[in-house]
Protein backbone atom coordinates (compact mmCIF):
# COMPACT_ATOMS: atom_id res chain seq x y z
CA UNK A 1 0.00 0.00 0.00
CA UNK A 2 0.79 3.22 -1.09
CA UNK A 3 1.59 5.76 2.18
CA UNK A 4 -1.70 7.83 2.09
CA UNK A 5 -3.46 4.18 2.22
CA UNK A 6 -1.47 3.38 5.06
CA UNK A 7 -1.86 6.40 7.07
CA UNK A 8 -5.64 5.92 6.93
CA UNK A 9 -6.00 2.04 6.94
CA UNK A 10 -3.65 0.78 9.87
CA UNK A 11 -5.54 -0.51 12.09
CA UNK A 12 -5.47 -1.05 16.08
CA UNK A 13 -5.13 -4.57 17.21
CA UNK A 14 -7.34 -5.53 19.73
CA UNK A 15 -11.44 -5.42 18.93
CA UNK A 16 -13.29 -2.58 20.59
CA UNK A 17 -16.15 -3.59 22.99
CA UNK A 18 -18.56 -1.52 20.32
CA UNK A 19 -17.26 -2.03 16.82
CA UNK A 20 -15.75 1.64 16.82
CA UNK A 21 -13.80 2.18 13.73
CA UNK A 22 -11.60 4.97 15.09
CA UNK A 23 -9.36 3.94 17.63
CA UNK A 24 -10.91 4.88 21.28
CA UNK A 25 -8.95 7.60 23.41
CA UNK A 26 -7.93 6.13 26.76
CA UNK A 27 -8.83 8.77 29.49
CA UNK A 28 -6.92 6.78 32.12
CA UNK A 29 -3.99 6.91 34.39
CA UNK A 30 -3.98 3.05 35.23
CA UNK A 31 -4.99 -0.42 34.07
CA UNK A 32 -6.23 -3.21 36.32
CA UNK A 33 -4.69 -6.66 35.93
CA UNK A 34 -6.48 -10.43 36.41
CA UNK A 35 -3.57 -11.59 38.54
CA UNK A 36 -0.11 -10.95 39.96
CA UNK A 37 2.08 -12.61 37.68
CA UNK A 38 0.50 -10.36 34.48
CA UNK A 39 1.14 -6.94 36.31
CA UNK A 40 4.85 -8.16 37.46
CA UNK A 41 4.89 -9.09 33.58
CA UNK A 42 3.61 -5.58 32.49
CA UNK A 43 5.87 -3.17 34.27
CA UNK A 44 9.08 -5.41 33.82
CA UNK A 45 8.20 -5.45 30.05
CA UNK A 46 7.58 -8.91 28.98
CA UNK A 47 4.21 -8.20 28.00
CA UNK A 48 3.10 -5.81 25.90
CA UNK A 49 -0.05 -4.93 28.50
CA UNK A 50 -0.71 -1.04 29.41
CA UNK A 51 0.94 -0.31 32.94
CA UNK A 52 0.80 2.97 33.71
CA UNK A 53 0.26 6.05 31.47
CA UNK A 54 3.03 7.69 32.20
CA UNK A 55 4.49 4.83 29.90
CA UNK A 56 2.33 3.32 27.68
CA UNK A 57 -0.90 3.89 26.97
CA UNK A 58 -2.81 2.43 24.32
CA UNK A 59 -4.28 5.51 21.95
CA UNK A 60 -0.60 6.83 22.05
CA UNK A 61 0.47 3.20 20.88
CA UNK A 62 -1.67 2.86 18.09
CA UNK A 63 -0.40 6.70 17.03
CA UNK A 64 2.90 5.46 16.96
CA UNK A 65 2.39 1.99 15.16
CA UNK A 66 0.70 3.81 12.48
CA UNK A 67 4.18 6.44 12.53
CA UNK A 68 6.36 3.02 12.58
CA UNK A 69 3.73 1.17 9.56
CA UNK A 70 4.50 4.54 7.72
CA UNK A 71 8.69 4.74 8.41
CA UNK A 72 9.82 1.15 8.28
CA UNK A 73 11.40 2.41 11.96
CA UNK A 74 12.32 -0.52 14.81
CA UNK A 75 10.68 1.88 17.21
CA UNK A 76 8.56 4.56 17.44
CA UNK A 77 8.44 6.18 20.38
CA UNK A 78 5.91 9.19 20.93
CA UNK A 79 6.16 12.94 23.42
CA UNK A 80 4.55 15.47 24.61
CA UNK A 81 6.41 18.36 22.13
CA UNK A 82 8.98 18.04 19.71
CA UNK A 83 11.71 19.24 22.53
CA UNK A 84 11.10 16.47 24.51
CA UNK A 85 11.57 14.31 21.30
CA UNK A 86 15.12 15.73 20.89
CA UNK A 87 15.69 16.16 24.64
CA UNK A 88 15.07 12.04 24.82
CA UNK A 89 17.34 11.45 21.89
CA UNK A 90 20.18 12.85 23.05
CA UNK A 91 20.06 11.85 26.57
CA UNK A 92 19.82 8.28 25.19
CA UNK A 93 22.66 8.10 23.32
CA UNK A 94 25.21 10.83 25.32
CA UNK A 95 26.79 10.28 28.76
CA UNK A 96 28.97 12.67 31.16
CA UNK A 97 32.32 14.30 29.84
CA UNK A 98 30.82 13.13 26.00
CA UNK A 99 30.06 16.26 23.68
CA UNK A 100 27.65 16.66 20.73
CA UNK A 101 29.04 17.30 17.32
CA UNK A 102 26.08 19.65 15.47
CA UNK A 103 25.13 22.40 13.58
CA UNK A 104 25.78 26.22 14.06
CA UNK A 105 22.37 26.80 12.15
CA UNK A 106 19.58 25.38 14.87
CA UNK A 107 16.46 26.48 16.33
CA UNK A 108 16.83 28.35 19.42
CA UNK A 109 15.38 26.61 21.81
CA UNK A 110 17.80 23.37 20.69
CA UNK A 111 20.49 25.48 21.20
CA UNK A 112 19.56 26.69 24.69
CA UNK A 113 19.16 22.27 25.43
CA UNK A 114 22.59 21.71 23.91
CA UNK A 115 25.04 24.90 25.37
CA UNK A 116 23.07 25.42 29.12
CA UNK A 117 21.24 22.43 30.04
CA UNK A 118 23.04 19.75 28.86
CA UNK A 119 26.20 21.84 29.29
CA UNK A 120 25.28 21.51 33.07
CA UNK A 121 25.11 17.85 33.00
CA UNK A 122 29.23 18.22 31.65
CA UNK A 123 28.17 17.62 28.09
CA UNK A 124 29.91 19.79 25.39
CA UNK A 125 27.72 21.15 22.57
CA UNK A 126 30.51 21.60 19.43
CA UNK A 127 28.32 23.99 17.32
CA UNK A 128 30.42 23.71 13.79
CA UNK A 129 29.71 24.37 9.53
CA UNK A 130 28.18 20.94 8.79
CA UNK A 131 28.80 21.92 5.15
CA UNK A 132 32.51 21.88 5.89
CA UNK A 133 33.25 18.04 5.90
CA UNK A 134 36.98 18.19 7.02
CA UNK A 135 35.71 20.26 10.00
CA UNK A 136 32.59 18.20 10.49
CA UNK A 137 36.10 15.14 10.51
CA UNK A 138 37.95 17.32 13.22
CA UNK A 139 34.98 17.68 15.31
CA UNK A 140 34.35 14.23 15.78
CA UNK A 141 36.64 12.34 18.45
CA UNK A 142 36.54 9.29 20.62
CA UNK A 143 34.12 11.36 23.00
CA UNK A 144 31.40 12.47 20.87
CA UNK A 145 28.39 10.73 21.35
CA UNK A 146 26.30 11.70 17.79
CA UNK A 147 26.39 14.24 14.70
CA UNK A 148 23.16 15.95 15.01
CA UNK A 149 21.34 18.35 12.57
CA UNK A 150 18.13 19.94 11.27
CA UNK A 151 17.24 18.59 7.56
CA UNK A 152 16.42 22.26 6.24
CA UNK A 153 17.82 25.05 9.23
CA UNK A 154 15.23 27.27 10.66
CA UNK A 155 15.45 29.92 9.77
CA UNK A 156 18.76 30.01 7.79
CA UNK A 157 17.33 27.42 5.38
CA UNK A 158 20.63 25.50 5.28
CA UNK A 159 20.65 21.98 3.44
CA UNK A 160 23.45 19.33 4.77
CA UNK A 161 24.81 16.51 3.02
CA UNK A 162 23.36 13.66 4.81
CA UNK A 163 24.82 11.01 3.53
CA UNK A 164 28.44 12.33 3.85
CA UNK A 165 27.31 12.90 7.52
CA UNK A 166 26.43 9.35 8.23
CA UNK A 167 29.53 8.15 6.78
CA UNK A 168 31.80 10.14 9.23
CA UNK A 169 29.05 9.18 12.43
CA UNK A 170 29.10 5.57 11.19
CA UNK A 171 32.84 5.70 10.71
CA UNK A 172 33.10 6.27 14.86
CA UNK A 173 30.60 4.08 15.81
CA UNK A 174 27.84 6.58 16.45
CA UNK A 175 24.33 7.45 15.62
CA UNK A 176 23.84 10.62 12.56
CA UNK A 177 20.54 12.03 14.84
CA UNK A 178 18.10 14.34 12.30
CA UNK A 179 15.10 16.38 13.46
CA UNK A 180 13.48 16.21 9.70
CA UNK A 181 10.02 18.41 11.16
CA UNK A 182 10.48 20.48 8.12
CA UNK A 183 9.60 18.35 5.21
CA UNK A 184 6.78 15.02 6.28
CA UNK A 185 8.32 11.56 6.52
CA UNK A 186 5.71 10.68 4.11
CA UNK A 187 7.94 12.40 1.40
CA UNK A 188 11.25 10.61 1.65
CA UNK A 189 13.16 8.07 4.10
CA UNK A 190 15.29 9.11 6.25
CA UNK A 191 16.52 5.63 7.15
CA UNK A 192 17.53 5.12 3.22
CA UNK A 193 19.58 8.79 3.37
CA UNK A 194 21.93 7.17 6.74
CA UNK A 195 19.62 8.84 9.47
CA UNK A 196 19.83 6.42 12.70
CA UNK A 197 17.44 8.31 14.79
CA UNK A 198 14.72 10.58 13.58
CA UNK A 199 13.09 13.13 15.45
CA UNK A 200 9.76 15.16 14.99
CA UNK A 201 7.93 18.05 16.49
CA UNK A 202 4.39 16.60 15.77
CA UNK A 203 3.35 19.58 16.70
CA UNK A 204 3.09 20.56 12.83
CA UNK A 205 2.33 19.33 10.20
CA UNK A 206 1.40 16.01 11.44
CA UNK A 207 -1.06 17.59 14.36
CA UNK A 208 -3.44 18.39 11.59
CA UNK A 209 -3.24 22.06 11.70
CA UNK A 210 -1.87 22.97 15.49
CA UNK A 211 -4.68 21.29 16.90
CA UNK A 212 -2.13 19.52 20.02
CA UNK A 213 1.49 19.39 21.60
CA UNK A 214 3.48 16.36 20.27
CA UNK A 215 6.98 15.00 19.34
CA UNK A 216 7.99 11.48 17.47
CA UNK A 217 11.19 9.84 17.90
CA UNK A 218 12.12 6.89 15.42
CA UNK A 219 14.81 4.63 15.74
CA UNK A 220 15.59 2.62 12.72
CA UNK A 221 17.39 -0.45 14.37
CA UNK A 222 21.28 0.39 14.22
CA UNK A 223 21.59 1.48 17.50
CA UNK A 224 19.07 -0.44 19.16
CA UNK A 225 20.24 0.21 22.76
CA UNK A 226 19.11 3.88 22.14
CA UNK A 227 14.93 2.19 22.23
CA UNK A 228 16.56 -0.11 25.27
CA UNK A 229 17.47 2.98 27.21
CA UNK A 230 14.34 4.92 26.49
CA UNK A 231 12.17 1.84 27.01
CA UNK A 232 13.40 1.31 30.16
CA UNK A 233 14.35 4.21 31.66
CA UNK A 234 13.38 7.90 30.04
CA UNK A 235 10.05 7.30 29.74
CA UNK A 236 9.45 6.35 33.75
CA UNK A 237 12.25 8.88 34.67
CA UNK A 238 11.48 11.64 32.75
CA UNK A 239 7.10 11.56 32.32
CA UNK A 240 7.77 12.93 28.90
CA UNK A 241 5.17 10.78 27.43
CA UNK A 242 2.45 11.86 24.87
CA UNK A 243 -1.19 12.48 26.54
CA UNK A 244 -3.86 9.50 24.79
CA UNK A 245 -5.99 12.82 23.52
CA UNK A 246 -3.28 14.30 21.64
CA UNK A 247 -2.12 10.79 20.21
CA UNK A 248 -5.92 10.60 19.14
CA UNK A 249 -5.78 14.42 17.95
CA UNK A 250 -2.81 13.32 16.04
CA UNK A 251 -4.03 10.03 14.56
CA UNK A 252 -6.11 12.14 12.40
CA UNK A 253 -3.95 14.68 11.69
CA UNK A 254 -1.80 11.57 9.84
CA UNK A 255 -5.05 10.49 8.24
CA UNK A 256 -5.00 13.93 5.92
CA UNK A 257 -1.28 14.89 6.07
CA UNK A 258 -0.68 13.92 2.56
CA UNK A 259 -3.19 15.82 0.99
CA UNK A 260 -2.46 19.24 3.54
CA UNK A 261 1.01 19.19 2.61
CA UNK A 262 0.98 18.59 -0.94
CA UNK A 263 -1.42 21.76 -0.83
CA UNK A 264 1.01 23.57 1.88
CA UNK A 265 4.04 22.92 -0.64
CA UNK A 266 2.87 24.16 -3.84
CA UNK A 267 1.71 27.44 -2.29
CA UNK A 268 4.96 27.71 -0.77
CA UNK A 269 6.40 27.26 -4.07
CA UNK A 270 3.95 29.28 -5.85
CA UNK A 271 4.39 32.45 -3.42
CA UNK A 272 7.99 32.10 -2.92
CA UNK A 273 8.53 32.81 -6.70
CA UNK A 274 5.97 35.35 -6.97
CA UNK A 275 7.78 36.88 -3.59
CA UNK A 276 11.20 36.24 -5.25
CA UNK A 277 9.76 39.39 -7.93
CA UNK A 278 8.60 41.76 -5.46
CA UNK A 279 10.89 45.28 -5.53
CA UNK A 280 10.31 45.71 -1.80
CA UNK A 281 11.42 41.96 -0.72
CA UNK A 282 15.65 41.87 -0.83
CA UNK A 283 15.46 38.29 -0.93
CA UNK A 284 13.45 35.34 -0.73
CA UNK A 285 15.29 31.81 0.65
CA UNK A 286 12.99 29.06 -0.58
CA UNK A 287 15.12 25.42 -1.49
CA UNK A 288 12.48 24.23 -3.81
CA UNK A 289 13.49 27.37 -5.71
CA UNK A 290 15.83 26.29 -8.39
CA UNK A 291 18.04 29.24 -7.95
CA UNK A 292 18.67 28.24 -4.37
CA UNK A 293 22.34 27.04 -3.82
CA UNK A 294 20.73 24.45 -2.09
CA UNK A 295 18.00 23.03 -4.45
CA UNK A 296 19.68 20.14 -6.66
CA UNK A 297 20.85 18.74 -3.27
CA UNK A 298 17.33 18.68 -1.08
CA UNK A 299 15.72 17.27 -4.78
CA UNK A 300 18.22 14.55 -4.19
CA UNK A 301 17.54 14.45 -0.49
CA UNK A 302 13.99 14.61 0.16
CA UNK A 303 12.06 14.54 -3.37
CA UNK A 304 10.06 17.35 -5.56
CA UNK A 305 8.72 18.88 -2.85
CA UNK A 306 10.40 21.87 -0.36
CA UNK A 307 8.30 22.11 2.91
CA UNK A 308 5.73 25.16 3.71
CA UNK A 309 8.21 27.36 5.15
CA UNK A 310 10.39 30.29 3.28
CA UNK A 311 11.77 33.43 4.44
CA UNK A 312 11.91 37.06 3.18
CA UNK A 313 14.57 39.81 4.38
CA UNK A 314 13.23 43.11 4.08
CA UNK A 315 15.25 46.52 4.54
CA UNK A 316 15.80 46.36 7.90
CA UNK A 317 14.43 45.42 11.33
CA UNK A 318 11.92 48.60 11.54
CA UNK A 319 10.48 47.50 7.91
CA UNK A 320 9.80 43.71 9.63
CA UNK A 321 7.83 45.08 12.10
CA UNK A 322 5.70 47.54 9.99
CA UNK A 323 5.60 43.80 7.52
CA UNK A 324 4.28 42.11 10.56
CA UNK A 325 2.15 45.01 12.41
CA UNK A 326 -0.04 45.19 8.50
CA UNK A 327 -1.04 41.88 7.99
CA UNK A 328 -4.64 41.41 7.70
CA UNK A 329 -4.89 37.67 7.01
CA UNK A 330 -1.64 35.62 8.04
CA UNK A 331 -1.56 35.21 11.57
CA UNK A 332 1.41 36.87 13.86
CA UNK A 333 2.30 33.17 15.72
CA UNK A 334 4.93 31.06 16.74
CA UNK A 335 4.37 28.20 15.21
CA UNK A 336 4.79 26.22 11.98
CA UNK A 337 2.82 24.12 9.43
CA UNK A 338 -0.67 25.20 10.58
CA UNK A 339 -3.72 25.51 8.35
CA UNK A 340 -3.12 28.94 8.66
CA UNK A 341 -0.02 30.80 6.76
CA UNK A 342 2.22 32.43 9.91
CA UNK A 343 4.52 35.19 9.67
CA UNK A 344 7.44 35.66 12.88
CA UNK A 345 10.05 38.03 13.02
CA UNK A 346 13.02 35.37 14.66
CA UNK A 347 15.30 37.46 15.64
CA UNK A 348 13.47 39.34 17.98
CA UNK A 349 11.43 36.23 19.03
CA UNK A 350 13.31 32.44 18.85
CA UNK A 351 16.04 34.39 19.07
CA UNK A 352 15.64 36.92 21.14
CA UNK A 353 17.40 35.73 24.85
CA UNK A 354 20.76 35.43 22.80
CA UNK A 355 22.83 38.43 22.64
CA UNK A 356 23.72 40.16 18.94
CA UNK A 357 27.05 38.55 18.71
CA UNK A 358 25.31 35.21 19.42
CA UNK A 359 22.75 35.83 16.72
CA UNK A 360 25.53 36.89 13.90
CA UNK A 361 27.27 33.77 14.70
CA UNK A 362 24.10 31.74 14.11
CA UNK A 363 23.53 34.36 10.68
CA UNK A 364 20.12 34.98 12.25
CA UNK A 365 19.24 38.29 10.98
CA UNK A 366 17.06 40.96 12.18
CA UNK A 367 15.85 41.72 8.54
CA UNK A 368 14.44 38.06 8.29
CA UNK A 369 10.77 37.42 8.53
CA UNK A 370 9.51 33.37 8.69
CA UNK A 371 6.66 32.59 6.85
CA UNK A 372 4.86 29.27 7.22
CA UNK A 373 2.73 28.51 4.36
CA UNK A 374 -0.96 27.44 4.98
CA UNK A 375 -4.18 26.50 3.04
CA UNK A 376 -5.55 29.19 2.11
CA UNK A 377 -5.83 30.47 -1.25
CA UNK A 378 -2.13 31.35 -2.63
CA UNK A 379 -3.83 34.42 -4.23
CA UNK A 380 -4.91 35.86 -0.56
CA UNK A 381 -1.92 34.88 0.74
CA UNK A 382 0.35 36.79 -1.89
CA UNK A 383 -1.91 39.68 -1.74
CA UNK A 384 -1.74 40.14 2.10
CA UNK A 385 2.14 39.84 1.91
CA UNK A 386 2.50 42.61 -0.68
CA UNK A 387 0.10 45.35 1.09
CA UNK A 388 1.87 44.81 4.06
CA UNK A 389 5.52 45.58 3.17
CA UNK A 390 6.26 49.12 3.56
Not at 121 to 149: P, S, W, Y
Not at 216 to 233: D, K, N, S
Request: overall charge negative; charged content about 20%; aromatic content about 8%.
Amino acid sequence: MKKSTIAIQTRYPLPDAYGAVGMPVYHTAAYEFATAKEMADAFCGRSAAPSYSRVTNPTVTHFEDRVKALTGAADVFAFCSGMAAITNALLAVVEHGQNIVTSRHLFGNTVGLINRTLARLGVEGRFIDLLDLDAVRQAVDDHTACIFLEIITNPQMEVADLGALAEIAHGHGIPLIADTTIIPFTQFSAKDLGVDIEVVSSTKYISGGATSLGGLLMEYGTFPQVAQRIRAELLYNLGSYMAPHAAYMQTLGLETLDARYRVQAQNALNLAQRLAEVPQIVQTNYVGLKTNPFYTLAQKQFGPTAGAMLTIDLSDKQACFHFIDHLKLVRRVTNLFDNKTLAIHPYSTIFGPFSRSQKLAMDVLDTTIRLSVGLEDVDDIYEDIVQALP
